[in-house]
C-alpha cells in the first residue's frame, strides 16, 4: 500500500507546522503530498509553496473544483506546477456539489458529467500541444461563441507531459464510471472495502466504454489512519467531521456524502444526522454518527489491525491511502507501515 499525505484545505487560518509534516512524508516512505479546497484557501497555492520543499513526493490536488477556473486556466496550473516539480504533479478534478458551485462560484451546477467530460477534453487537449486548442462546447466552447477578436491558441509554454495524470473524484455510479472511461485515477472521499465489488462494477463499466482496462488506473482513497489501543476515542474526536459532511455539506434535498453513507447501508443514521445539523442541533448530530460507519471507511486499531485492514484495502483495489496527520510523529508511524 503506497502513502499520500493529506494536507486538505484551510480552516479559519493557515495551518502551522506544515512543511514539517511534508519533509516528514518525504524522509518516512510517503509516495505524495495532496492539497484541497472548499471555500476558502485554494489547492494550487499551497501545494505549491509547501511542494518546493520536495524532490520525491508526487504532489497532488485533491481535489480541485472544475467550477473554480476554466479548463484551460486549470491546464495552466497544471503544466506549470509539472515542470516546477519535475513532472511530478497529479491533477485530481472534481465537480463539488450545488451548494459550492452555485453559491460560492455563481455557476450552474447542470449536467456535471457532461461538464466534467468536455473540461478533460479540453485540458488534454492544452496538454497535448498538438494545435491551437478548440472546442465546440457547449459549456466551455473556445473560442467564445461570436467572438469578434477571439481566435483559437495554444499554450506558449511547451508541457513537460502530455499523459499528465489526472483522477476524478467521485461519489455516484455515473460519476465512478466516467472516472473509468476518460480520467487515470479515482479519487473516493470515503471508501468502504466491503463495497469493492459495487464499486468495480462501475469502474469496469467506464473502462469498457474507453476499451482499457484496469492496468495503469489508480485508486487513491482518503481515509483516517491511526494506530491505537483506543479506536473509540478516535471516532468520537472524528464525529464532528463526519457529521459535517453528512449533514452539512450539501443541500437538505442533495447532498452526496448523504447519499453515499445511504448506499452503504446508513440511511436511518443519514436522516436523523441531517435533520439535527440542519436544525442547528450540531451536538445531536455528532452523537448520531455511529460508530460502525466511521468503522468502515476508516483504518483504525493496533498496529497488526491497521497493517491487515490495509492489505484488506489493498484486496479490494486501493492502490494508495491518502492520510491526515496532525504531527511529525504520526507521519513517522505512518510511514513505518508504508515500508512495512
Known amino acids: 500500500m503506497r502513502f499520500g499525505l493529506q494536507l486538505g484545505y484551510w480552516s479559519a487560518a493557515p495551518p502551522e507546522g506544515v512543511g514539517a509534516l511534508v519533509d516528514a512524508a518525504e524522509a518516512n516512505g510517503f509516495d505524495?503530498?495532496?492539497?484541497?479546497?472548499?471555500?476558502?484557501?485554494?489547492?494550487?497555492?499551497?501545494?505549491?509553496w509547501w511542494g518546493a520543499r520536495t524532490s520525491r513526493l508526487q504532489l497532488g490536488t485533491a481535489i480541485a473544483q472544475l467550477s473554480a477556473r476554466t479548463p484551460a486556466a486549470t491546464a495552466m496550473h497544471a503544466l506549470t506546477l509539472d515542470h516546477l516539480s519535475g513532472g511530478r504533479f497529479v491533477l485530481g478534478l472534481g465537480v463539488s456539489g450545488p451548494q459550492?458551485?452555485?453559491?460560492?462560484?455563481g455557476q450552474s451546477f447542470a449536467r456535471p458529467l457532461a461538464r466534467t467530460r468536455e473540461y478533460l477534453s479540453i485540458i488534454r487537449k492544452v496538454l497535448a500541444r498538438e494545435g491551437p486548442v478548440t472546442s465546440?462546447?457547449?459549456h466551455y466552447p473556445l473560442p467564445l461563441p461570436d467572438s469578434r477578436l477571439g481566435k483559437p491558441l495554444k499554450p506558449i509554454t511547451h508541457?513537460?507531459?502530455?499523459?499528465?495524470?489526472?483522477?476524478?473524484g467521485a461519489e455516484g455510479p455515473r460519476n465512478v464510471t466516467l472516472a473509468g472511461e476518460i480520467a487515470d485515477g479515482w479519487m473516493p472521499v470515503y471508501y468502504s472495502p466491503r463495497m469493492a465489488g459495487m464499486y468495480n462494477d462501475w469502474l469496469a463499466d467506464g473502462f469498457r466504454a474507453s476499451g482499457r482496462n484496469r492496468t495503469g488506473f489508480t485508486i487513491a482513497a482518503n481515509a483516517p489512519v491511526s494506530i491505537t489501543d483506543k479506536p473509540e476515542q478516535v471516532y468520537a474526536g472524528l464525529k464532528p467531521i463526519f457529521a459535517l459532511y453528512i449533514g452539512g455539506m450539501g443541500a437538505k434535498e442533495r447532498n452526496f456524502h448523504a447519499e453515499l453513507f445511504t448506499r452503504m447501508g446508513y440511511g436511518t443514521a443519514v436522516e436523523e444526522i441531517g435533520k439535527?445539523?440542519?436544525?442547528?442541533?450540531?451536538?445531536?448530530?455528532?452523537?448520531?454518527?455511529?460508530?460502525?460507519?466511521?468503522a468502515?471507511?476508516?483504518?483504525?486499531?493496533?498496529?497488526a489491525q491497521v497493517l491487515a485492514e490495509l492489505d484488506r484495502w489493498a484486496d479490494a483495489g486501493v492502490d494508495m491511502v491518502l492520510a491526515g496527520a496532525r504531527s511529525v510523529a504520526e507521519v513517522e508511524l505512518l510511514g513505518t507501515l508504508a515500508s512495512t
Not at 505524495?32 to 505549491?48: H, I, K, R
Not at 508541457?159 to 476524478?168: D, V, Y
Not at 468502515?296 to 498496529?303: A, M
Open 136 to 138: 465546440e462546447g457547449p
Open 159 to 168: 508541457p513537460l507531459r502530455a499523459e499528465l495524470p489526472i483522477w476524478l
Open 32 to 48: 505524495a503530498v495532496f492539497t484541497a479546497e472548499s471555500w476558502g484557501s485554494d489547492a494550487f497555492g499551497p501545494l505549491a
Open 100 to 105: 459550492v458551485v452555485e453559491g460560492w462560484y
Open 276 to 294: 439535527r445539523f440542519l436544525s442547528g442541533e450540531r451536538e445531536a448530530a455528532v452523537e448520531a454518527v455511529p460508530d460502525e460507519l466511521i
Open 296 to 303: 468502515e471507511v476508516s483504518i483504525v486499531g493496533s498496529r
